[in-house]
């Protein structure tokens, strides 16, 4: 299946309904879309909506082979980074990557890096081939391409309630 090709056709039509086009991912017979809202979150009845405009479209462009199952959904707070434009998104924001090599493979070989290939930090910067991240008091260097999985690290921060001691 081509995602790009798949992507030119159901980018304008999402952005006509008022939202943003994720990203899509096309896994075993699932077609799923992710979609964002301006200065908003994405709820239930706007991912019925898009799927409702969507279907006719998908049927009658044949742009899927065979039968499938489309899925609209938001990315959430956790949400998965797999192209540039979601790194730059992610910009100041903690991030988890898993990498294809040990990370001393591009950070040298002190034993923080040796063997690891999960790392969980700030990302303070993206050029478009490299991602650079605080974690640990270490500033991390991974290029892109040796990315196998990566995404935002949300945290839930509670306060205590008044009156109730820590």
Not at 45 to 65: E, F, G, K, W, Y
Request: charged share 30%; aromatic share 8%; hydrophobic share 35%.
């Amino acid at each position: 299946m081509d995602l790009e090709k798949l992507e030119a056709v159901i980018r304008p039509v999402v952005e006509g309904s008022g939202f943003r086009l994720y990203d899509i991912e096309f896994f075993g017979r699932i077609l799923r879309v992710t979609i964002e809202k301006e200065g908003g979150t994405v709820g239930i009845d706007d991912c019925v909506s898009t799927s409702r405009i969507l279907n006719p479209l998908l049927d009658t462009d044949d742009l899927v082979a065979g039968s499938f199952d489309l899925e609209v959904s938001s990315p959430g707070l956790d949400r998965s980074l797999r192209k540039p434009e979601h790194f730059t998104g992610a910009l100041g924001q903690s991030i988890h990557v898993t990498t294809s090599q040990p990370l001393s493979l591009w950070n040298g070989s002190e034993s923080f890096f040796e063997m690891r290939r999960n790392i969980t930090g700030l990302l303070q910067e993206f050029d478009g081939t490299d991602l650079k991240i605080q974690a640990e008091n270490y500033e991390v260097k991974i290029p892109v391409e040796a990315v196998l999985k990566a995404y935002i690290n949300f945290e839930l921060k509670t306060t205590p309630k008044k009156g109730k001691k820590v």
